[in-house]
Protein backbone atom coordinates (compact mmCIF):
# COMPACT_ATOMS: atom_id res chain seq x y z
CA UNK A 1 0.00 0.00 0.00
CA UNK A 2 1.07 3.11 -0.57
CA UNK A 3 1.15 6.62 2.00
CA UNK A 4 -2.43 7.59 0.31
CA UNK A 5 -3.54 4.12 0.88
CA UNK A 6 -3.68 2.81 -2.54
CA UNK A 7 -2.43 -0.88 -3.40
CA UNK A 8 1.12 -0.52 -5.42
CA UNK A 9 1.25 -2.14 -8.52
CA UNK A 10 3.55 -5.24 -9.04
CA UNK A 11 6.63 -4.26 -10.82
CA UNK A 12 5.50 -0.80 -10.94
CA UNK A 13 8.01 1.07 -8.79
CA UNK A 14 11.13 -0.76 -10.30
CA UNK A 15 10.07 -0.15 -13.72
CA UNK A 16 9.76 3.88 -12.18
CA UNK A 17 12.76 3.71 -10.70
CA UNK A 18 14.21 1.72 -13.67
CA UNK A 19 13.73 4.89 -15.43
CA UNK A 20 14.44 7.26 -12.76
CA UNK A 21 17.75 6.01 -12.92
CA UNK A 22 18.12 6.29 -16.69
CA UNK A 23 16.75 10.05 -16.46
CA UNK A 24 19.46 10.65 -13.56
CA UNK A 25 22.43 8.49 -15.80
CA UNK A 26 21.51 11.07 -18.98
CA UNK A 27 21.80 14.29 -17.09
CA UNK A 28 24.74 13.22 -15.90
CA UNK A 29 26.33 12.28 -19.03
CA UNK A 30 24.22 15.76 -20.68
CA UNK A 31 26.27 17.88 -17.92
CA UNK A 32 29.80 16.19 -19.03
CA UNK A 33 29.01 16.68 -22.87
CA UNK A 34 28.45 20.27 -21.79
CA UNK A 35 31.42 20.65 -19.65
CA UNK A 36 33.87 18.53 -22.55
CA UNK A 37 32.01 21.83 -25.40
CA UNK A 38 32.56 23.92 -23.14
CA UNK A 39 35.79 22.86 -22.46
CA UNK A 40 36.82 22.66 -26.19
CA UNK A 41 35.16 26.38 -26.62
CA UNK A 42 38.46 27.80 -24.36
CA UNK A 43 40.77 25.56 -25.95
CA UNK A 44 39.97 27.01 -29.50
CA UNK A 45 39.57 30.44 -27.83
CA UNK A 46 43.84 30.07 -26.44
CA UNK A 47 44.28 28.29 -29.96
CA UNK A 48 43.39 31.55 -31.62
CA UNK A 49 45.31 33.92 -28.68
CA UNK A 50 48.19 31.91 -29.41
CA UNK A 51 48.51 32.52 -33.06
CA UNK A 52 48.03 35.95 -32.71
CA UNK A 53 50.40 36.43 -30.24
CA UNK A 54 52.87 34.11 -32.32
CA UNK A 55 52.74 36.62 -35.34
CA UNK A 56 52.49 39.86 -34.16
CA UNK A 57 55.57 39.46 -31.75
CA UNK A 58 57.55 37.86 -35.63
CA UNK A 59 56.11 40.63 -37.22
CA UNK A 60 57.70 43.40 -34.81
CA UNK A 61 61.00 40.91 -34.60
CA UNK A 62 61.23 41.00 -38.09
CA UNK A 63 60.32 44.52 -38.69
CA UNK A 64 62.53 45.85 -35.88
CA UNK A 65 65.65 44.94 -38.18
CA UNK A 66 64.49 45.46 -41.23
CA UNK A 67 64.57 41.55 -42.17
CA UNK A 68 68.23 40.20 -42.31
CA UNK A 69 69.00 36.98 -42.13
CA UNK A 70 72.62 37.64 -40.24
CA UNK A 71 69.95 39.00 -37.56
CA UNK A 72 69.35 37.36 -34.48
CA UNK A 73 65.75 38.57 -34.07
CA UNK A 74 65.03 37.05 -37.42
CA UNK A 75 65.79 33.47 -35.84
CA UNK A 76 63.76 34.64 -33.15
CA UNK A 77 60.52 35.07 -34.95
CA UNK A 78 61.21 31.51 -36.89
CA UNK A 79 61.94 30.03 -33.72
CA UNK A 80 58.09 31.94 -32.18
CA UNK A 81 56.53 30.48 -35.10
CA UNK A 82 57.71 26.85 -34.84
CA UNK A 83 56.97 26.83 -31.29
CA UNK A 84 53.41 28.34 -31.95
CA UNK A 85 53.02 25.88 -34.60
CA UNK A 86 53.79 22.87 -31.92
CA UNK A 87 51.78 24.30 -29.26
CA UNK A 88 48.75 24.54 -31.83
CA UNK A 89 49.52 20.69 -33.35
CA UNK A 90 49.41 19.92 -29.82
CA UNK A 91 45.99 22.21 -28.92
CA UNK A 92 43.94 20.52 -32.25
CA UNK A 93 45.17 17.23 -30.52
CA UNK A 94 44.04 17.76 -27.39
CA UNK A 95 40.35 18.92 -29.14
CA UNK A 96 40.14 16.01 -31.44
CA UNK A 97 40.93 13.45 -28.20
CA UNK A 98 37.81 15.39 -26.59
CA UNK A 99 36.04 15.60 -29.75
CA UNK A 100 36.23 10.99 -29.69
CA UNK A 101 35.25 11.26 -26.08
CA UNK A 102 32.04 13.53 -27.37
CA UNK A 103 31.29 11.18 -30.02
CA UNK A 104 31.66 7.95 -27.32
CA UNK A 105 28.80 10.20 -24.91
CA UNK A 106 26.96 10.93 -28.20
CA UNK A 107 26.66 6.85 -28.93
CA UNK A 108 25.75 6.69 -24.93
CA UNK A 109 23.54 9.23 -24.44
CA UNK A 110 21.25 8.53 -27.94
CA UNK A 111 21.22 4.84 -26.75
CA UNK A 112 19.86 5.81 -23.55
CA UNK A 113 17.49 8.22 -24.92
CA UNK A 114 16.38 5.29 -27.58
CA UNK A 115 15.68 2.71 -24.28
CA UNK A 116 13.57 5.11 -22.00
CA UNK A 117 11.58 7.15 -24.71
CA UNK A 118 11.79 5.14 -27.76
CA UNK A 119 13.39 7.84 -30.06
CA UNK A 120 14.38 6.57 -33.66
CA UNK A 121 16.31 10.14 -33.98
CA UNK A 122 19.67 10.50 -32.48
CA UNK A 123 19.40 13.02 -29.73
CA UNK A 124 22.57 14.58 -29.73
CA UNK A 125 24.64 14.57 -33.14
CA UNK A 126 26.84 17.51 -33.77
CA UNK A 127 30.39 16.02 -32.82
CA UNK A 128 30.04 12.87 -34.96
CA UNK A 129 28.60 14.80 -37.67
CA UNK A 130 31.56 17.09 -37.78
CA UNK A 131 34.01 14.50 -37.62
CA UNK A 132 32.46 13.03 -40.50
CA UNK A 133 33.03 16.69 -42.04
CA UNK A 134 36.79 16.42 -41.65
CA UNK A 135 37.12 12.63 -42.94
CA UNK A 136 35.50 14.29 -46.28
CA UNK A 137 38.49 16.38 -46.57
CA UNK A 138 40.94 15.11 -49.43
CA UNK A 139 44.34 15.64 -50.98
CA UNK A 140 46.61 18.83 -49.60
CA UNK A 141 44.25 20.11 -47.04
CA UNK A 142 43.19 16.42 -45.52
CA UNK A 143 47.39 16.51 -45.23
CA UNK A 144 47.63 19.76 -43.49
CA UNK A 145 44.66 18.84 -41.27
CA UNK A 146 46.35 15.66 -40.15
CA UNK A 147 49.54 16.96 -39.79
CA UNK A 148 48.23 20.13 -37.86
CA UNK A 149 46.29 17.88 -35.38
CA UNK A 150 43.09 19.00 -36.82
CA UNK A 151 41.76 15.60 -36.96
CA UNK A 152 43.61 12.16 -37.20
CA UNK A 153 43.22 8.57 -39.26
CA UNK A 154 42.48 6.85 -35.85
CA UNK A 155 39.39 8.53 -35.61
CA UNK A 156 37.46 7.08 -38.92
CA UNK A 157 36.92 4.02 -36.52
CA UNK A 158 33.31 4.67 -35.30
CA UNK A 159 33.45 5.35 -31.53
CA UNK A 160 32.83 2.68 -28.90
CA UNK A 161 29.57 2.49 -26.80
Avoid: C
Avoid at 9 to 30: H, P, V
Avoid at 34 to 60: D, N, P
Avoid at 104 to 128: C, F, H, K, M
Avoid at 136 to 147: A, E, S, T
Amino acid sequence: MTSAGVPAQAGGTSATAGQRDRNKEIGLLLEEYRTLREEIIHRVAGRMQMIGFAGIISALLVVSDRLHFDAPSFYVAILVLVVALLWLRGINRAIQRIGLHLRRLEVRINDLAAQGYGSTEPVLSWETAAQAGRMRVKGVPGYVGRFGGWYDRADRRPPAS
